[in-house]
């Protein structure tokens, strides 16, 4: 059984456990758009009329589930970008140009300090949002647009940056109005589905699966139990994270585990 990533290049692999990486990636797009006014968090159409300007990030090439991640992003902005909503005013925007090695916060700040330099005057133009696929890239970014005077806080002018994992000190930045939005993927939910289907083939029986399409590993489609995930906004921290037992109150106040 694969665990969250998909073993590849191998026919010993009989199931995989993860969540529906496609739709994170949508889900990251379309807290973008909110954040941008362009959607509302209901999905229904908001005020915003654009233009607005927003550069793209995405995971590590090596890393399987980040081009599932950055598909589902490209395919939720695409309509937006393609009638001029949305401009990718660098023009990276394929997932090679984007690609962050090894998701590494240190090579996420580099880069948005050079488009920043190259596209946007060293911080004196318009950023309207970043598209991030991990709250880690996230940090790097917002460091670098803060240190280019865009503000301390979107309300203050820092733009609009997405995020994924639900890691402690990004929460703490969505509750302090820095970072605007993250993609909490329950862990608990994951090791029970392993369990679940681990229990299956113990049984004699096949697991249940609810995808047999999407994981091709190179040698073979593998059945696949997709989990869901949740966009965690300022207004929903208690709910999904606190309210759950994910994170304590104390945790998201303080920033730290």
């Known amino acids: 059984i694969a665990y969250d990533r998909l073993i590849r290049d191998s026919d010993n692999v009989d199931f995989y456990v993860t969540f529906d990486n496609y739709n994170v990636g949508v889900q990251q797009a379309t807290s973008l758009l909110v954040g941008l006014g362009l ?88 950023l309207d949002g970043v598209l991030s696929p991990y709250d880690g890239i996230s940090r790097g970014i917002i460091t670098a647009l ?51 289907s681990a229990s299956s083939f113990l049984s004699g029986e096949e697991p249940e699966a609810n995808d047999t399409e999407s994981y091709d590993n190179g040698v073979k489609v593998v059945p696949s139990y997709l989990l869901e995930s949740d966009i965690v906004y300022t207004d929903n921290i208690t709910e999904l994270l606190v309210d759950s037992g994910y994170w304590t109150a104390e945790q998201v106040e303080s920033g730290q585990a």
């Open 146 to 196: 803060q240190n280019a005077g865009y503000g301390t806080t979107i309300a203050d002018g820092l733009p609009v940056v997405t995020g994924q994992d639900a890691e402690i000190a990004s929460i703490k930045l969505i509750a302090d109005g820095t970072q605007f939005a993250s993609i909490f993927k329950d862990t608990r939910k994951l090791a029970d589905q392993a369990v679940t």
């Open 39 to 126: 959607l509302n968090e209901d999905g229904s159409e908001g005020d915003a009329t654009g233009p607005f300007n927003i550069e793209l990030f995405a995971g590590s090439l090596d890393d399987n589930n980040a081009h599932f991640f950055f598909d589902g992003a490209m395919d939720t902005l695409k309509p937006f970008i393609d009638d001029g909503t949305i401009v990718v005013k660098s023009g990276q925007t394929t997932i090679e140009q984007a690609a962050t090695l090894r998701w590494s916060q240190e090579t996420a700040q580099k880069r948005m300090e050079d488009l920043l330099t190259s596209t946007y005057g060293g911080g004196s133009e318009q």
